[in-house]
């Protein structure tokens, strides 16, 4: 059974070097990391906070919330045996911050 996952996560990043499309190769990388966690794997934001800092300029998640609800407020998202995590870049929110070092 697919579980819908939901991510909101805040992004300061530098203004020089952040991609035009940063916000969506943040987005791009969370999808991909999910759909390599298996089925049973409870979904924690830590994990999902790690992959934005794949993309160029990003210098800080200063807070990450995931549920299987829209509205996200959680840390961690637990799946049942017979369960997988489903990610989709249009359950993912990306609240960007900009600064210059």
């Known amino acids: 059974v697919a579980v819908d996952i939901y991510v909101e ?3 300061v990043a530098n203004a020089d ?3 035009a499309d940063g916000e969506d190769q943040i987005k791009a990388a969370i999808v991909a990391w999910g759909d390599l966690l298996g089925v049973g794997h409870d979904v924690f934001a ?3 906070s790690a ?3 794949a993309v ?3 210098f800080n998640v200063t807070a990450i919330d995931v549920d299987d609800a829209p509205a996200p407020s959680g840390s961690t998202v637990a799946i049942d045996l017979r369960e997988r995590a489903a990610f989709d870049t249009s359950r ?3 609240n960007l911050t900009y ?3």
């Open 9 to 11: 996560l805040d992004v």
């Open 17 to 19: 070097t952040f991609p």
């Open 46 to 48: 830590a994990g999902a």
């Open 51 to 53: 992959q934005a800092f």
């Open 56 to 58: 160029t300029g990003v």
């Open 92 to 94: 993912i929110t990306v």
């Open 99 to 101: 600064t210059t070092p």
